[in-house]
């Protein structure tokens, strides 16, 4: 229903515009001569004519704007210890003793799907935090089809925002739009991957700005769009109607309350952060590895009509400090608990999450003017920002944020493919995995989650030769698998079908 008057208010807007035009078709008219009277016909064909140009002026900005919008395939795993210490089962040793070792949990493999704009010609791309965290692999796929892996080179889950880099040049990009000059009721669209449904577009207006949501993230100004998000959107953009990007498409608001991109579908509501915000953070991030936010070390409440008279104010205005924390940059200054901020550097406080916002997009150790009301009465005070606490410095952590890989995971030494154990392949384990008894080679028993064969082999597939060349036992793999030289290699692998054994081959990335 939601859907059916965002179509039917977009066709009332073009009808108004066709009316507009067969008015003035009708009036034509030329100075001390008759007028001029144009046929229904003529009419009906120059209606058509701007039809088409509006709905070519809309696929000229899509044409233009789409190719800088990759598609991001994460790869997650979820370490055994980590499922250990969420169930409540196997922290129990009543529930243990009945499973033993079988009942351990084992590291899994998480699969997510996400979008991302290019945002820099030399392969920086703008994301969502919650795209690509603690993945341990990445995969940018163009809209040309091009694969590359992607590094994540810094987030900020405060935000929800990231940046990922491919090792490519020359590659399109999104122009940053003012996001503050954007208006409520401007034409809109996201370009995004729902579903993994590559490069769909939907078309709506800006619906509002400045929503805040209780979703996870402490820092919000989200732009409000009725254009169609759904999960995979996240990462997106979405763009103005001259194709510059206003927003990076984050969560939807579904049945169940707020979503970061994940369950449920599109009723009409989506969130995106501003480009503001996150070309601020971008820039943060390329440049020094962290994202730095000033800090005054207080508690903030809005001010409401109900309030306002008991603190002196005329309009209901401002924020009002609560806590002040002792050594903070706010008890240094002189700032108590009952002031209200009632503009910062001269500009009007609407609300505490307007101050917040203010005072984070300062770095720290720059100096800020407040207009105060204390008691009634208006005073001056110059706060010296501090820094903000839960910032994460990319530049001293793995990008991937992984771990030393497991000492099991390293069992095959200088093998290029790690994460593999396989066995002899005897008579009864042929028998077990149902091949024929006399296939020579080696069956893998086990591979790790994280191991970049992970998606091409599985327990109880054998491999029989390396690159073409026969593999006997343990030995011949080990050996075949060294001389790759840390390159892909192709196995050639059997496996139980329906109707027998099947031979076949799989090419296995090196990393």
Known sequence: MIQFRRTTAILTLLAASIGGGLIAAFAVATHNKAPVYVTARAAADTNTQRLTQLSNSFADIIEKASPAVVKISMTRIIKASEQQQNSPFMSDPFFRQFFGPMGRPRDQRERGLGSGVIVNPSGYILTNNHVVEKASSLKVTLSDGRDFTGKVVGADPQTDVAIVKIDSSALPTLPFANSDAARVGDLCFAIGN???????????????????????????????????????????????????????????????GASFGGEGGSIGIGFAVPSNMAKQVMDQIIKGGKVSRGYMGVTLESMTPELAPHFGLKEPHGAIVGDVTAGAPGSKAGLKSGDVITAIDGKKVLDSDDLTMNVVSHAPGSTVNLDVIRNGQPMKINVTLGTRPGGVDWSKRNPQGENEQDEDNNAQGNAPIRGISVENLTSDLAQQVNVPENTRGVVVDSVAPDSPAADNLGRGIVITAVDHHPVNNIQDFKRLMAQADGKSVLLTVVTAGPTGSVTGFTVVPAK
Request: no cysteine; charged share 15%.
């Open 194 to 256: 729902p579903f993994g449904q590559d490069h769909t577009v939907t078309m709506g207006i800006v619906s509002a700005k400045g929503r805040k949501l209780e979703a996870g993230t402490y820092l919000q100004n989200f732009i409000q769009t009725d254009a169609s998000i759904n999960p995979g959107n996240s990462g997106g953009a979405l763009i103005n109607a001259r194709g510059e990007l206003i927003g990076m498409n984050t969560m939807i608001l579904t049945g169940g």
